[in-house]
T-cell receptor
């Protein structure tokens, strides 16, 4: 169990640029989640995959956000035309099933918009 | 909509003492799951303890235990024999189907 891996750890970009984050879940986990966390707040759900299928998207996930999980392995989260309000920590988590199964979190990618 | 409230933004405890962190939630569902996660400074979030709503018995994991009051929609976390390594942000989380909601967190400081 190598844990959930996220890259990059930090991303600084200018407003209006596109950014892409990567998440590698624990290998046997079929579920993958993306969250956004701002300072002083708990994580907010963005989207969820079961294998390669994106099954749920939050209203927080505007049209500028897109997520993929090709072949049910790693996942990418892309933000187009970044805005100041996108500055946050983006967390990825994976789990083996739902219900009581815990989600295992990565270290997150901290996005700063200049 | 499900909401999770942690009314204590900050708590402090003396090393070796006991502290209780509060969490309440709002839901109309009867079958759901509750979690406490710990997030140390600049480190990843890790699971502390979990509870199925249909189980009346309170979950326990070593020094960590919960007081689950379903009717009151309360899910507090008790940390016994507090250690310096317990210092972190603690998040209460509610899960129904694939919807996971987190509280705003409680920052726990442990004094030596």
């Amino acid at each position: 169990d190598t844990g959930v891996s996220q890259n990059p750890r930090h991303k600084i970009t200018k407003r209006g640029q596109n950014v892409t984050f990567r998440c590698d879940p624990i290998s046997e986990h079929n579920r993958l989640y993306w969250y956004r966390q701002t300072l002083g707040q708990g994580p907010e759900f963005l989207t969820y995959f079961q294998n390669e299928a994106q099954l749920e998207k939050s209203r927080l996930l505007s049209d500028r956000f897109s997520a993929e999980r090709p072949k049910g392995s790693f996942s990418t989260l892309e933000i187009q035309r970044t805005e100041q309000g996108d500055s946050a920590m983006y967390l990825c988590a994976s789990s083996l099933g739902g219900g009581i199964q815990p989600q295992h979190f990565g270290d997150g990618t901290r996005l700063s918009i200049l | 909509a499900q909401t999770v409230t942690q009314s204590q933004p900050e708590m402090s405890v003396q090393e070796a003492e006991t502290v209780t962190l509060s969490c309440t939630y709002d839901t109309s569902e009867s079958d759901y799951y509750l979690f406490w996660y710990k997030q140390p400074p600049s480190r990843q979030m890790i699971l502390v303890i979990r509870q199925e709503a249909y189980k009346q018995q309170n979950a326990t994991e070593n020094r960590f235990s919960v007081n689950f009051q379903k009717a009151a929609k309360s899910f507090s976390l008790k940390i016994s024999d507090s250690q310096l390594g317990d210092a972190a942000m603690y998040f209460c989380a509610f899960r129904f189907n694939n919807d996971m909601r987190f509280g705003a967190g409680t920052r726990l400081t442990v004094k030596p």
